[in-house]
């Protein structure tokens, strides 16, 4: 199918959605962005520049930007979610009625509903119907790295070879590479829990603890989301690829990342209530840490980096206390990604 003819909705105007519009526009494709709101459609379609979410990069004069869902997807061939993880079940119920038979489906999205806990292509399918064809596409990928064409590189994961085979195609470009998977549970999970063990990472950053520590969290946590992941029927091998270690490492060490940076400005001494109230963005692994223990929870897994990070987040625990707690734990024989 020639470039010219295939056409992409992209379903929210944040950093990462309005990246991959970028993306996809760079490549010739149709873009329609939709927002949420009708006064940022509006604003965006003024001014050309997401002033909110990825400021200084100017949207092509090509790319539709509407508020309408219907007029967004009527006519597209691919539907790419990217809402907050905590707005995909009304955003994905906006789709409800809309005939998506012929649409290929791409949740971008990273996070763990709170009442379900369900991951967000189990959201999608619970609104929209298992007959849909759907995969998800996540990995090392920050925002404004992606919209500057720097390196880049992703993983699409479906149940289906070739919609997999469709998502990689799409993405592609000569600075973004697309690997494929059909670890859709191992995709989403890393993709999710990173952001709780990256604002570990900030944590111990604005606390001064130094590379050991932060190297320390970097493998024990990636443990921690492998073995949740496996008994989850996730495969092992997928925690040590783009969309786990990678992903991992990136959220953690970036200064762009908006998990890292709210877990150093913890560490520095201020509250979960005083930082959020200073940002607009969404701050994915605060609501992921209490999903994750949960399901840690349900599957009898251990989570004892995420656990303590719940408990500075929501339980008025002091950092340094937190710290002290992990290093208490009996030390017995070292689990590792290839037992």
């Given amino acids: 199918m020639p470039s010219s003819k295939i056409c992409t909705s992209v379903i929210g105007d944040g ?6 519009s970028l993306l996809l526009s760079r490549k010739g494709y149709e873009v329609r962005l939709w927002s949420a709101f009708p ?49 995909m079940r009304d955003v994905a119920g906006r789709l409800k009625g809309i005939d998506l ?13 709170d009442k379900t806990l369900f991951r967000m292509s189990e959201v999608v399918n619970d609104l929209l119907g298992k007959n849909i064809l759907l995969a998800v596409l ?30 990689q195609e799409i993405f592609t470009t000569e600075t973004f590479g697309v690997y494929v998977s059909d670890d859709i549970v191992g995709v989403e999970l890393g993709g999710s829990l990173k952001n709780v063990i990256a604002i570990a990472a900030g944590i111990s950053e604005g606390l001064g603890l130094g590379t050991n520590a932060q190297a320390a969290l970097f493998t024990r946590g990636l443990v921690e989301i492998a073995t949740l992941g496996m008994k989850m029927g996730a495969r092992l091998e997928t925690f040590s690829g783009l969309s786990g270690m990678g992903d991992l490492v990136t959220t953690c060490l970036s200064a762009q990342s ?3 940076s709210l877990g150093e400005q913890i560490g520095k001494g201020k509250s979960l209530q005083e930082i959020l109230k200073g940002t607009e963005m969404v701050v994915e692994g605060v609501r992921t840490a209490q999903a ?28 340094l206390a937190a710290v002290k707690d992990l290093m ?12």
Wanted: glycine residues 8%; hydrophobic residues 40%; proline residues 8%.
């Fill in 292 to 319: 994750a223990l949960l399901l840690g929870k349900k599957y009898r897994v251990e989570l004892p980096i995420i656990e303590e990070v719940k408990a500075v987040l929501y339980d008025g625990k002091e950092p």
């Fill in 39 to 87: 006064d940022y459609a509006k604003l965006l379609s003024e001014k050309r520049e997401n002033v909110k979410f990825l400021p200084g990069v100017p949207l092509p004069k090509e790319m539709r930007i509407s508020s309408d869902i219907r007029e967004a997807v009527d006519g597209s061939d691919f539907v790419i979610l990217a809402p907050p993880s905590h707005f």
């Fill in 15 to 20: 950093g990462w959605g309005t990246t991959l």
């Fill in 258 to 260: 908006r998990n890292r």
């Fill in 328 to 339: 208490a734990r009996r030390h017995g024989e070292e689990i590792t990604l290839g037992v």
């Fill in 138 to 167: 996540s990995g090392p990928t920050i925002a404004p790295e992606v919209a500057r064409a720097l390196p880049a590189m992703a993983v699409a994961a479906s149940a289906d070879p070739k919609v997999a085979k469709s998502v």
């Fill in 101 to 113: 038979s012929k649409k290929i489906v791409v949740s971008v999205s990273k996070g763990i509903e």
